[in-house]
Nanobody, 124 residues
Framework: QVQLVESGGGLVQAGGSLRLSCAASGRTFSTSGMGWFRQAPGKEREFVAAISRDGVRYYADSVKGRFTISRDNAKNTMSLQMNSLKPEDTALYYC??????????????????WGQGTQVTVSS
């Protein structure tokens, strides 16, 4: 059974930092793109960041310069370092795995596997 499990969410004040992790099991994701998406209450899911199998990174404009995505193919994990957090970053953050594209990994429709999400709440 393939699983993606997110961790690291929580409550933080504006300007603070959090590090999200995604642990994959059941198959290796080292040969595919992975990404982070988020969904705030009443809003559609949106792209946050993604990383290709060879380390090419993509970021939403809203998080560029503040968030950093990384992956460890040997450990089958992915992380999202989030700095300078803002209240508008409050959302449920999802890990996604196995994009059907090698690059340009920004569409959630292209991913096969999803985690259950981890809540990030940023207070003002």
């Amino acid at each position: 059974q393939v699983q993606l499990v997110e961790s690291g969410g929580g409550l933080v004040q504006a300007g603070g930092s959090l590090r999200l992790s995604c642990a994959a099991s059941g198959r290796t994701f080292s040969t595919s793109g992975m990404g982070w998406f988020r969904q705030a209450p009443g809003k559609e899911r949106e792209f946050v960041a993604a990383i290709s199998r060879d380390g090419v990174r993509y970021y939403a404009d809203s998080v560029k310069g503040r968030f950093t995505i990384s992956r460890d193919n040997a450990k089958n994990t992915m992380s999202l370092q989030m700095n300078s957090l803002k209240p508008e970053d409050t959302a449920l953050y999802y890990c996604a795995g196995e994009s059907r594209h090698t690059y340009y990994l920004t569409s959630g429709d292209d991913y096969t596997y999803w985690g259950q999400g981890t809540q990030v709440t940023v207070s003002s």
